[in-house]
């Protein structure tokens, strides 16, 4: 789009807004929850974030441009929102050469075996995320404690005691909730920061409220008749449901995606009702412990279908018989 | 699985132990004819009509005839025999109904007399004692689990069809690719 004379066919009117632009305000709105899982979880989460994304960078120049030049590096930072994303989800005490073979395997297999930006129908962190998990259990489901203050003006790295998650039976006040002083993966703890990240992102039209609200509020339905059959009805217990594991994480950064969930309006919102069904229904009815990953992996196998089936009326159509 | 209740029979069949993706059983269907949303759909029936009969046809011969009887390694070949003629019938029916899905369909369609999912699901109805209402649950859910992974890379693989898939992985490779990360989405479902 640099070339001033462009012969081409319509539409001839360009937005300022591109595949670049868009991409790096992704980052812009990821910076408050990176920046919380570092202060949280310390130097490992910040290896881990750092790692992932550079991996993911110089995967897809290599693929895209097969050099290492810094312009191709940069590239349009769809990789870098992969590698991001794909950081924040693995716990911080993730050994490195996994996240490099994480990060691997969301760029190549996820992104670019399908044909790359635009083309992949699966997320691809959550592909790398979900491949990880299935090779390396016991790595993908040791979460340590977030770090204190002191912890902090003492010494820089500390080797902190292993501890459960809130899905994992971890006992935690709503509010420590919100703020993210809990054990999980680096991004997904505090939920301030997410909501700050989705302003931004709902600000400058980048996401769409549909899949979101689905997915949000069919997430709460289930908490809500799950605990109502359960005879401990409370507020508290949806609201601690929603911030617990990735579900605020994904409902801002994952289902958003534009690439990989449906076009159509009336098909975001089932989008994003199907993921919280599935998301809910394997956290409190089956053994594994969180149903993000898995929720949106088939959700997203099913959104040409339902791109198919909800494809809307046009103007002035009648019904044929 | 016999103590389970029926609705956790159905969504086991249907999901946890899904018959393509957790057991990969019948996979030659599956990547063969997940060419066209509407081919799919059209096998994904007549598997699930396969299935429902042979299973409860299988299990009475099962369990007044072979079982008695002590003819228990007469099985496979009777629940073959079973299946193959089933499958005669739903071949003369497609043939009738409608020529476009017999012609769709092609070579797989007398293909699912050898379709090991339904021959898995005769035996493991068996095997798993599982009682005769339990087993028309358990075939409906196992064809219902088969007929939604079916229509789902059918559709995967149409729109794939539309996207600048390299050329090396076009085709087959992709679809094989995409039906990897599906089943790794279905390892979620775990009891």
Same mark, same amino acid.
């Given at each position: 789009?640099?070339?001033? *004379?462009?012969?081409?066919?319509? !539409?001839?009117?360009?937005?300022?807004?591109?595949?670049?632009?868009?991409?790096?305000?992704?980052?812009?709105?990821?910076?408050?929850?990176?920046?919380?899982?570092?202060?949280? *979880?310390?130097?490992?989460?910040? #290896?881990?974030?750092?790692?992932?994304?550079?991996?993911?960078?110089?995967?897809? /120049?290599?693929?895209?441009? $097969?050099?290492?030049? !810094?312009?191709?590096?940069?590239?349009?930072?769809?990789?870098?929102?992969?590698?991001?994303?794909?950081? #924040?989800?693995?716990? &911080?005490?993730?050994?490195?050469?996994?996240?490099?073979?994480?990060?691997?395997?969301?760029?190549?297999?996820?992104?670019?075996?399908?044909?790359?930006?635009?083309?992949?129908?699966?997320?691809?962190?959550?592909?790398?995320?979900? *491949?990880?998990?299935?090779?390396?259990?016991?790595?993908?489901?040791?979460?340590?404690? &977030?770090?204190?203050?002191?912890?902090?003006?003492? $010494?820089?790295?500390?080797?902190?005691?292993?501890? /459960?998650?809130?899905?994992?039976?971890?006992?935690?006040?709503?509010?420590?909730? *919100?703020?993210?002083?809990?054990?999980?993966?680096?991004?997904?703890?505090?939920?301030?920061?997410?909501?700050?990240?989705?302003?931004?992102?709902?600000?400058?039209?980048?996401?769409?409220?549909?899949?979101?609200?689905?997915?949000?509020?069919?997430?709460?339905?289930?908490?809500?008749?799950?605990?109502?059959?359960?005879?401990?009805? /409370?507020?508290?217990?949806?609201?601690?449901?929603?911030?617990?594991?990735?579900?605020?994480?994904?409902?801002?950064?994952?289902?958003?995606?534009?690439?990989?969930?449906?076009?159509?309006?009336?098909?975001?919102?089932?989008?994003?009702?199907?993921?919280?069904?599935?998301?809910?229904?394997?956290?409190?009815?089956?053994?594994?412990?969180?149903?993000?990953?898995?929720?949106? #992996?088939?959700?997203?196998?099913?959104?040409?279908?339902?791109?198919?089936?909800?494809?809307?009326?046009?103007?002035?159509?009648?019904?044929?018989? | 699985?016999?103590?389970?209740?029926?609705?956790?029979?159905?969504? =086991?069949?249907?999901?946890?132990?899904?018959?393509?993706?957790?057991?990969?059983?019948?996979?030659?269907?599956?990547?063969?004819?997940?060419? @066209?949303?509407?081919?799919?759909?059209?096998?994904?029936? =007549?598997?699930?009509?396969?299935?429902?009969? =042979?299973?409860?046809?299988?299990?009475?011969?099962? %369990?007044?005839?072979?079982?008695?009887?002590?003819?228990?390694?007469? @099985?496979?070949?009777?629940?073959?025999?079973?299946?193959?003629?089933?499958?005669?019938?739903?071949?003369?029916?497609?043939?009738?109904?409608?020529?476009?899905?017999?012609? +769709?369909?092609?070579?797989?369609?007398?293909?699912?007399?050898?379709?090991?999912?339904?021959?898995?699901? =005769?035996?493991?109805?068996?095997? %798993?004692?599982?009682?005769?209402?339990?087993?028309?649950?358990?075939?409906?859910?196992?064809?219902?689990?088969?007929?939604?992974?079916?229509?789902?890379?059918?559709?995967? @693989? %149409?729109?794939? %069809?539309?996207?600048?898939?390299?050329?090396?992985?076009?085709?087959?490779?992709?679809?094989?690719?995409?039906?990897?990360?599906?089943?790794? +989405?279905?390892?979620?479902?775990?009891?």
């Amino acid at each position: 789009m640099t070339d001033k *004379f462009v012969v081409g066919p319509s !539409p001839h009117v360009l937005g300022p807004k591109t595949v670049k632009s868009v991409m790096w305000e992704v980052v812009i709105a990821l910076a408050p929850v990176s920046i919380a899982g570092i202060l949280l *979880f310390g130097l490992d989460a910040l #290896l881990v974030l750092v790692t992932a994304t550079v991996t993911a960078m110089i995967l897809e /120049a290599l693929v895209l441009h $097969r050099n290492l030049k !810094p312009a191709s590096i940069l590239g349009d930072g769809s990789a870098a929102v992969s590698g991001l994303i794909l950081g #924040l989800i693995l716990p &911080p005490s993730t050994p490195l050469w996994m996240v490099v073979i994480a990060a691997a395997v969301g760029i190549l297999l996820g992104k670019h075996a399908f044909g790359g930006l635009g083309n992949n129908i699966f997320n691809p962190a959550l592909v790398a995320r979900a *491949f990880v998990f299935m090779s390396w259990p016991v790595a993908m489901t040791t979460w340590h404690g &977030p770090l204190s203050l002191s912890d902090w003006t003492t $010494r820089v790295s500390v080797d902190v005691a292993s501890s /459960a998650s809130p899905l994992g039976g971890a006992q935690h006040g709503l509010m420590e909730m *919100f703020l993210g002083q809990t054990a999980g993966s680096i991004g997904e703890t505090s939920a301030l920061a997410i909501l700050l990240g989705a302003i931004f992102l709902i600000v400058r039209g980048h996401i769409d409220w549909r899949a979101p609200l689905g997915y949000v509020g069919s997430a709460a339905v289930v908490a809500a008749i799950y605990s109502f059959l359960g005879g401990d009805f /409370a507020l508290t217990t949806i609201a601690w449901q929603l911030m617990a594991g990735g579900l605020l994480f994904a409902a801002v950064f994952m289902i958003t995606d534009m690439v990989t969930s449906p076009v159509t309006k009336t098909g975001r919102l089932l989008f994003g009702i199907g993921c919280g069904l599935i998301t809910m229904v394997i956290r409190l009815y089956l053994s594994a412990p969180e149903g993000v990953t898995y929720g949106i #992996l088939f959700m997203n196998a099913m959104v040409p279908l339902i791109d198919r089936y909800t494809v809307p009326k046009v103007f002035g159509e009648v019904k044929s018989r | 699985m016999s103590e389970y209740g029926l609705f956790m029979i159905f969504f =086991a069949a249907a999901f946890f132990n899904n018959f393509v993706l957790i057991q990969f059983l019948g996979i030659c269907p599956f990547l063969g004819v997940s060419k @066209r949303v509407e081919s799919s759909l059209g096998m994904g029936m =007549a598997v699930l009509f396969v299935m429902t009969l =042979a299973s409860l046809i299988t299990w009475m011969l099962h %369990e007044f005839l072979l079982f008695p009887l002590g003819l228990d390694y007469l @099985r496979t070949i009777t629940f073959i025999l079973v299946i193959a003629s089933l499958v005669q019938f739903v071949e003369l029916f497609v043939q009738k109904a409608s020529p476009t899905l017999y012609k +769709a369909l092609g070579i797989f369609l007398p293909l699912i007399t050898t379709n090991c999912a339904v021959m898995g699901l =005769a035996i493991m109805n068996v095997t %798993e004692g599982l009682n005769i209402i339990q087993t028309l649950v358990h075939a409906l859910g196992a064809a219902a689990g088969f007929t939604l992974v079916l229509v789902m890379l059918a559709g995967l @693989r %149409e729109h794939l %069809e539309i996207h600048d898939v390299p050329k090396p992985l076009a085709g087959v490779p992709v679809a094989l690719l995409a039906a990897g990360i599906l089943a790794l +989405a279905f390892s979620g479902f775990v009891l």
